[in-house]
């Protein structure tokens, strides 16, 4: 069974920046496509950004598009959200996402394993 752990997530101010990881317990990670989502309070899981396996085909949510960028480390099994330029908007439950074949899908419904969320909080 996979499990995915984030951290990074915490209380900033507009403007700062934040990076969150996750690592993932998956034997062949570097065959999986990762994605970000997060959930604000009272609102829909919404997808943040994507990456393919090999790290060679970044996807973003127009919302994010330019502050943040999304990167891996197949060797430590580890995926990253660099978010600068944070707005109070971006605050939400943060959470790493594994999809297991060669797609980018940017549905929740589609990812296959599920990290428990870092709360990202920014204040204006």
């Known amino acids: 069974q996979a499990q995915l752990v984030e951290s990074g997530g915490g209380l900033v101010q507009a403007g700062d920046s934040l990076r969150l990881s996750c690592v993932a317990s998956i034997r062949t990670f570097s065959r999986y496509t990762m994605g970000w989502f997060r959930q604000a309070p009272g609102k829909e899981r919404e997808y943040v950004a994507a990456i393919s396996w090999n790290g060679g085909r970044t996807y973003f949510a127009d919302s994010v598009k330019g502050r943040f960028t999304i990167s891996r480390d197949n060797a430590k099994n580890t995926v990253y959200l660099q978010m600068n330029s944070l707005k109070s908007e971006d605050t939400a439950v943060y959470y790493c996402?594994?999809?297991?074949?060669?797609?980018?899908?940017?549905?929740?419904?589609?990812?296959?394993?599920w990290g428990q969320g870092t709360q990202v909080t920014v204040s204006s």
């Open positions: 996402a594994a999809h297991g074949r060669d797609a980018i899908p940017r549905s929740s419904h589609e990812y296959d394993y």
